[in-house]
Each structure stands twice: as structure tokens, then as C-alpha cells.
């Protein structure tokens, strides 16, 4: 590595920038690192949606699959229709699979009855998603990124657009 002398002839001054040069890249220095936090979101978010397989196991499944979706929604009876809207709703915590709730309203209900309970359900669950990023959104977001990376996003949108 060759080192130049500045214009006072220092060399002591370039190798103190090149320590805190390499002093940005080490973890846990100055540097904030945005990344580990992502990383830890979506392990986080990886158990909580796996817990329900945990506790409940192979019944969970069946209770979504075509068949479990029919018998349990026929158990409701005349409430069956709410109950669809309620799973869709319930799709934002819980991993419920809609296409399977969606199809079991279409057949149980028809077409008209099982769509319209499906498309209520599947507008309550976008409108209530839409008021908790209203809410929240933001917030959380500055929580989960850094506040320098927020910014750095919301300029990117300004540019390009959304």
C-alpha cells in the first residue's frame, strides 16, 4: 500500500481517514445496518405464522383444505356467509388460505351469494390493512428501517413515483 503525503506533507492524516473508513464497514461501529433488522422481522414473522401449524398441526390444514373449508363453513349454517367474511378478514394475522375459503363460499353459497360474501370479506380485510398502515404505518416503518432509510425510500417514491 503506498501512502502520499498531503499538502502539509502529514502522513499520519491519511491513515487516520482510512481507519475510519474501515471503521464503517465493521459491525456495531458507526455504522447502522438496516439489513439485520429485516432479517429478524421476517424470522420473527416466520414463527408467528408457523405457530398455529405448531399447536394445532395437521388439523389446521384440514380445517382449510377444499373439504374441511365445506364442512366447517355448512356448521355455521345460515351465519356461514359471515363466518367467510370473518377468515378473509383473518388473513391478515393468521395464514389462512383464501382461494380454498373463497371457492368453499362459491360452491356452498353459488356464484352470486358465495362471490358476494368473498368480496366483502376480501374489501373488509384491504380496508382495514389500508386504515392500519394509516395508523401506524409510518411509525412502524421508521421502527423497522432507521430513519435515514425511510427518508432515502420516501425520496425514491418522490422520483419515481408509487
Known amino acids: 500500500m503506498s501512502r502520499e503525503r498531503n499538502d502539509s506533507g ?5 491513515i487516520s481517514s482510512e481507519a475510519s473508513s474501515l ?3 465493521v ?3 458507526a ?4 439489513t439485520r433488522r429485516l432479517i429478524w422481522l421476517a424470522l420473527g414473522l416466520a414463527i408467528l405464522f408457523l405457530i398455529p401449524f405448531l399447536i394445532w398441526g395437521k388439523e389446521f390444514g384440514a380445517w382449510f383444505s377444499a373439504e374441511g373449508a365445506i364442512r366447517r363453513l355448512r356448521a355455521w349454517g345460515p351465519l356461514g356467509g359471515l363466518a367467510v367474511v370473518g377468515l378473509l378478514v383473518s388473513d391478515l394475522f393468521l395464514p389462512v388460505p383464501t382461494t380454498g375459503i373463497m371457492s368453499a363460499a362459491g360452491y356452498l ?5 358465495g362471490g358476494a360474501c368473498s ?3 376480501s374489501m373488509l380485510s384491504g380496508l382495514i390493512a389500508y386504515w392500519l398502515c394509516l ?3 409510518r411509525r412502524v416503518a421508521g ?3 432507521g430513519a435515514k432509510d425511510l427518508s432515502r425510500g420516501e425520496a425514491l417514491f418522490r422520483r419515481g413515483g408509487a
Open 23 to 25: 471503521s464503517d464497514r
Open 119 to 121: 368480496a366483502v370479506g
Open 10 to 14: 502529514d502522513e499520519l492524516s491519511d
Open 109 to 113: 353459497y353459488g356464484v352470486w351469494m
Open 135 to 137: 395508523v401506524f404505518g
Open 31 to 34: 455504522r447502522h445496518y438496516p
Open 27 to 29: 459491525p456495531g461501529r
Open 143 to 145: 421502527r423497522l428501517a
